[in-house]
């Protein structure tokens, strides 16, 4: 079956996940951290993509690019490939090091673009491991100290500065930005989306409203792609209900149309 072409961003920026084939661990200890941030530095050069935003996490990598020369899928296979041979050679490890091709959602607007630069910096909180400012292997250091890997100006310049910078990581108005390549929204992701989707109400509140206004925001949720399960889980309100308000929602709509 042929790859399907990726999809061109209208903007040169692109949100990148690289994953450890069947989810095994790419990184063993710091010097391949230190390894795999080498090579992100030598494809600056080589490929003249401009990196925007990095995290390293166990098993996956987050980057946000700039490429205005076309060379995104040439400059990922430089960093997977090199990075690979290292790995395998270094540890003994046998076979593909990275899950197939790296995968990548173009970002069409700046309001996307910030959100993807927080969501990068937010991974280790989200997947439990300490806060932003804890943790040491993302570029969130690099907005607020000195920049070594990733070029901050043109996030700074947006948000003018350090302060800015600051006020939009910490802020409590969640985005609803995810990595989704496709429809669906994974589990990790499904909180924040809901969150998003039904701000300033709190998730756990819904169940207790009145029916019309419940009703209406189930709907909601089930908008953005969550499925009904995933809906039921955050909520607590039974299938029935989602199913039922979801209908309602798609045929207000229709009747709209006509």
């Known amino acids: 079956m042929p790859r399907v072409a990726r999809e061109v961003s209208p903007t040169g920026y692109y ?11 790419i990184f063993e200890d710091d010097a391949d951290r230190l390894h795999f941030l080498d090579l992100l530095r030598d494809v600056r050069t080589e490929h003249s993509v401009v990196l925007v935003a990095w995290c390293l996490m166990a098993n996956h990598v987050h980057l946000v690019l700039r490429d205005d020369a076309g060379k995104l899928s040439a400059a990922m296979h430089s960093v997977a490939t090199a990075y690979a041979s290292y790995f395998n050679l270094r540890t003994g490890h046998v076979g593909p090091v990275f899950a197939g091709r790296f995968k990548s959602v173009p970002v069409t607007s700046e309001a996307q673009l910030l959100a993807a630069v927080r969501y990068v910096h937010d991974n280790p909180a989200k997947a439990g491991v300490c806060s932003r400012n804890e943790y040491r292997w993302s570029s969130y250091h690099e907005y607020i100290g000195q920049s070594s890997v990733a070029d901050t100006s043109v996030i700074l310049d947006m948000l003018d500065g350090v302060e800015g910078f600051l006020a939009l990581s910490e802020s409590s108005v969640p985005t609803g930005y995810c990595f989704r390549c496709g429809a669906r929204i994974s589990d990790d992701d499904a909180l924040d989306v809901a969150r998003a989707a039904v701000y300033p109400v709190e998730l756990d509140r819904i ?17 953005t792609g969550l ?32």
Do not use: C, N, P, W
């Open 227 to 258: 499925t009904v399960k995933q809906v039921e889980r955050l909520t607590g309100v039974g299938r029935y209900t989602i199913d039922r308000a979801t209908f309602s929602s798609e045929a207000a709509r229709d009747d709209l149309s006509q």
């Open 15 to 25: 949100h990148v996940m690289m994953r450890g084939s069947g989810r095994m661990l």
């Open 207 to 223: 169940k207790a409203l009145d029916s019309a206004t419940r009703g209406s925001l189930l709907a909601a949720l089930r908008a």
